[in-house]
């Protein structure tokens, strides 16, 4: 199994909702990472993971929160977002194969299509 | 920091033609690898093709190649024997050993019947 599975693909929530987007990979992969895609623009990193820890976090609104219960799933969960907030998250992950040693191929999920009202 | 910059916002190319997509970057590393990624209108992000910074030999990947000039900092993606199916939008990014992979703002590529 290559892949990394995103769900759900499309959701919609207002402004005031609380939601979870889900990340899922079985191929022993220790890094995961979340990025955020506009349209027509490049993927902007938000968050990496590494061995289920938190390693980076680009300085992404608390209302965007990460979690990773376990080194098969990650989770972005939303609260109170904006508008403009609307965009394509996406999932990857890759491998680590020491200590500050990183594998440089990442694999991405398909994505999901999130719009705010 | 790293920044990687892409200055054709959009191509085209009649199938069956070569195009050339440019790509240059900025970073104080020395380790480091570059990718070419494609993302059609599905938006799955594909890796085209990837070279490593102490790799001097150009990488290759069936009708993609890559000029790497590492002294000019630039990369640039040679499309051979364009088809339609390479009508998607395609990324420049860096990687670095901290993890960090860093996208340029991508050129849309059309390739016409």
């Known amino acids: 199994d290559t892949e990394v599975t995103q769900t759900p693909k499309h ?15 079985h191929m022993g992969h220790r890094a995961m990472y979340w990025y955020k895609q506009k349209a027509k623009k490049p993927p902007e990193l938000m968050f990496v993971y590494s061995y289920e820890k938190l390693s980076i976090n680009e300085s992404v609104p608390s209302r965007f929160s990460p979690e990773c219960p376990n080194s098969s799933l990650l989770n ?3 609260h109170a977002l904006q508008p403009e907030d609307s965009a394509l998250y996406l999932c990857a992950s890759s491998t680590r194969t ?3 040693v990183w594998d440089e191929k990442l694999f991405f999920g398909s994505g999901t299509q999130l719009s705010v009202l | 920091a790293q920044t990687v910059t892409q200055s054709q916002p959009e191509m085209s190319v009649q199938e069956a033609e ?3 997509l440019s790509c240059t970057y900025d ?3 020395n380790n480091y690898y570059l ?20 790799k001097q030999q ?5 009708r993609f190649s890559v000029n790497f000039q590492k002294a000019a900092k630039s990369f640039s993606l040679k499309i051979s024997d ?3 199916g390479d009508t998607a939008m395609y990324f420049c990014a860096f990687f670095t050993r901290y993890g960090k992979l860093t996208f340029g703002q991508g050129t849309i590529l059309t390739v016409h019947p």
């Open chain 2, 35 to 54: 990718f070419w990624y494609k993302q059609p209108p599905s938006r799955q992000m594909i890796l085209v093709i990837r070279q490593e910074a102490y």
């Open chain 2, 58 to 62: 150009n990488a290759t990947e069936n």
């Open chain 2, 27 to 29: 970073t104080s590393e």
């Open chain 2, 82 to 84: 364009s088809q339609l």
């Open chain 1, 98 to 100: 020491g200590e500050g």
């Open chain 1, 11 to 25: 959701l919609v929530m207002g402004m005031t909702n609380k939601k979870s987007l889900k990340c899922e990979q």
């Open chain 1, 76 to 78: 972005l969960h939303l």
């Open chain 2, 18 to 20: 070569t195009v050339t």
